[in-house]
C-alpha cells in the first residue's frame, strides 16, 4: 500500500482542505514534524511552516487554489520541539472546489540543508527552486501517489 511504499522510500503526504487545515496525514509526515497523527489533524499548514517561509508557500497554495497548478518548493517546518527541518514539498489538487476541495501533498525531508552548516546554505534558500536531480526524484514519487487519487472512496479517506 502506499504508506508501506512512503516509508520505503522516506516520502511523506499529507491532505488539507482548501484552508491549510489537515485532514489527513501519513505517519512518516507525522514523524517528520514530530507530531502524533491525531495531535497533526487539528494543526493548519501555517501553523507548522516556519514564519520566514510562510509568504511563499502561502502564495503558491493560493495559486494552487485558484488555478489548480502544483508546485514544488524547498521550505522549514518547525517541529514540535521547535527545531526547523527543511522539507522539500510538491503540493497538487486532490479533489476540486465543486468535490469540496482538498490538496495532496508529498515532502521528503533534505538531511543536507539540516545539517550544522545550514545556516551558510540557509542564506541561499529560494522558494521553488529545486535542483533537476531532486525535483526528478520528488516528481516521480509525486506522481506515484497522486496516482493512488482511485483509493480515494466517496468519503475522501484513504482505503487501506
Same mark, same amino acid.
Request: proline content about 4%.
Given at each position: ?6 516509508? /520505503? @522510500? &522516506?516520502? =511523506?503526504?499529507? %491532505? ?9 496525514? +501519513? ?52 517541529? /514540535? @520541539? &521547535?527545531? =526547523?527541518?527543511? %522539507? ?9 472546489? +465543486? ?62
Amino acid at each position: 500500500m502506499i504508506s508501506e511504499w512512503n516509508l /520505503r @522510500s &522516506g516520502i =511523506a503526504y499529507a %491532505v488539507t482542505d482548501l484552508e491549510g487545515r489537515f485532514v489527513q496525514a +501519513d505517519t512518516r509526515y507525522a514523524e517528520i514534524l514530530g507530531y502524533p497523527v491525531e495531535e497533526l489533524l487539528i494543526k493548519r499548514v501555517a501553523d507548522v511552516t516556519h514564519p520566514d517561509d510562510w509568504q511563499a508557500n502561502a502564495r503558491l497554495l493560493e495559486e494552487l487554489a485558484r488555478t489548480g497548478q502544483p508546485f514544488s518548493l524547498r521550505k522549514r517546518y518547525v517541529r /514540535r @520541539s &521547535g527545531r =526547523a527541518v527543511w %522539507v522539500e514539498v510538491r503540493a497538487s489538487m486532490l479533489c476540486s472546489r +465543486d468535490a469540496g476541495g482538498s490538496l495532496i501533498a508529498v515532502c521528503r525531508p533534505l538531511p543536507e540543508l539540516n545539517e550544522p552548516n545550514r545556516n551558510a546554505i540557509q542564506g541561499s534558500f529560494k522558494a521553488g527552486m529545486l535542483p533537476e536531480a531532486d525535483r526528478h526524484v520528488l516528481v516521480r514519487s509525486f506522481d506515484r501517489i497522486a496516482e493512488s487519487r482511485a483509493l480515494l472512496d466517496r468519503t475522501e479517506r484513504w482505503l487501506r
